[in-house]
């Protein structure tokens, strides 16, 4: 039994009663015990930190306990207790407090939120964000009885009307303004609960024509907005990274954080490439032509990767499904390119997914959760192997051996012109012969991995 807000006592919401533990790949599930841990052994030392900091799991609070199971054509299909009419901020309680039973469950160490998912939108912003701020004062209890911790937060500057030509970029400074004050609240609250990141996802920074579209004002007030936050965050001496959520379109026609790479230009453009880091999702890869992988891979070589949404896209959909991960190849790849960069560091996997519309049971949360961190457990397992086996770095090593010589250092450090090069093969009549990318001998040496 639990205790509801007005202090009577409510049944339990999962059917699960115990934390679930790491009980081994042989694990045989039983009516006792119907799900366990078979790879994610939290303490289990891989590649120097535990698999517990390597991986940095996050629950996030909209799809799991704010979205009603709605699509463009039905209504809701959960029946939340949250969802039912009532007292606005006493439904938020319950729905903490039910958030933080998931959380133990699933031995998740982070949760993620954006404002709008704790708290009602009251008549004035000041009203909205007291009522935030109520709210943050339940998740530092509960953070403090549990051990939680905040992955970061985030405001949500999309949802409302008021949003709809967009927040920083709006024609509108009233709006503008708006959204800052709103930014500022998130910000100071997220620095407070001790987040260890903020996130600015650009769901309405965009357009959807160019004919009522002033494109260079736009991204001028885009650049003022984000040095805005990154001014404050050093004000207020948060330690955190602030970081944006690239993605191509949905729901606007385009968005201006298309890409990784488009979101390194913007950032050099505005004097913030050493500020801001980027919070990757594979969906939003997908839509904009790429693989996670490859995104990952990118924004490690540009120095401004930070974290990940660990969700998928359905490929044969061109739109952002929301999924849970499933598929332990993908996943492994991902593990490998994050390790490559340097490790997930302050940021973590977030799942940023949401049941299917027909997975109703308050019991399909955990099961969603928890098979989605055993998978990521056994990808870093695989991944783990790839790099030690060492097959694949020193193809890269060889493959590259050239620009390792004193001839290649030379031209990349630009002590070669443009002439010398010309007349050093001219003089020796230099004919290069191509040798194999052997790409088909590397995805085979991938799959032995498995």
């Not at 790879?39 to 590649?47: A, G, M």
């Not at 309680?93 to 031995?107: G, I, N, S, T």
């Not at 299917?356 to 998978?375: C, E, F, G, K, N």
Request: proline residues 5%.
């Amino acid at each position: 039994m639990k205790n509801d807000p007005s202090g009577a006592r409510r049944p339990a919401y999962f059917s699960f009663p115990n934390t679930l533990v790491y009980r081994g790949p042989d694990f045989v599930p039983s009516a006792q015990e119907p799900l366990a841990y078979r790879y994610y052994d939290k303490k289990r030392v891989v590649l120097g930190k535990t698999m517990e900091e390597q991986l940095r799991f996050a629950v996030c609070y909209w799809h799991s306990f704010g979205w009603g199971g709605t699509d463009p054509f039905g209504e809701p299909s959960f029946r939340r207790p949250w969802h039912a009419a009532g007292d606005p901020m006493a439904q938020a309680e319950l729905k903490a407090d039910v958030a933080f039973d998931l959380f133990r469950l699933v031995d998740a160490p982070f949760f993620t939120f954006h404002d709008r998912d704790i708290a009602p939108e009251g008549a004035t912003l000041a009203e909205s964000n007291a009522q935030v701020r109520r709210i943050g004062d339940v998740f530092a209890r509960k953070m403090q009885e549990t051990g939680v911790r905040l992955l970061w937060g985030t405001a949500n500057l999309f949802s409302n009307r008021r949003y709809m030509a967009g927040a920083a970029t709006n024609p509108d400074p009233e709006v503008f303004m708006y959204a800052a004050a709103q930014v500022k609240n998130v910000l100071e609250l997220t620095h407070e609960l001790g987040g260890a990141n903020y996130v600015l996802w650009g769901g309405r920074e965009g357009y959807e024509t160019l004919l009522n579209t002033d494109l260079k004002r736009e991204l001028a007030q885009l650049g003022r907005f984000l040095n805005l936050v990154v001014e404050h965050k050093h004000k207020i001496g948060f330690k955190g990274q602030i970081l944006i959520e690239p993605k191509p379109a949905e729901p606007t026609k385009h968005q201006y954080d298309y890409d990784v790479g488009t979101v390194y230009g913007f950032l050099k453009a505005h004097g913030l490439e050493k500020e801001v880091k980027v919070n990757l999702e594979q969906n939003h890869a997908l839509l904009a032509g790429h693989t996670f992988e490859h995104e990952i891979a990118l924004a490690g070589a540009l120095g401004i990767f930070g974290s990940l949404d660990m969700n998928r896209g359905d490929e044969m959909l061109g739109w952002d499904t929301d999924q849970f991960p499933n598929n332990l190849p993908q996943v492994a790849l991902t593990m490998y390119e994050v390790l490559k960069a340097g490790g997930i560091g302050q940021g973590g996997l977030n799942f940023d997914a949401k049941l299917r519309r027909q997975s109703i049971d308050p019991d399909d949360l955990v099961w969603a959760h928890a098979t989605a961190m055993d998978l990521c457990a056994r990808a870093l397992l695989v991944a783990e192997r790839m790099l030690n086996d060492g097959a694949l770095p020193r193809h890269l090593q060889e493959r590259y051996a050239g620009w390792d010589s004193a001839s290649g250092r030379a031209i990349l450090q630009g002590q070669r012109s443009l002439d010398e090069l010309a007349r050093e093969v001219e003089a020796r009549k230099l004919e290069p012969q191509p040798r194999s990318g052997q790409q088909e001998r590397l995805e085979h040496l991938v799959n032995s991995y498995f």
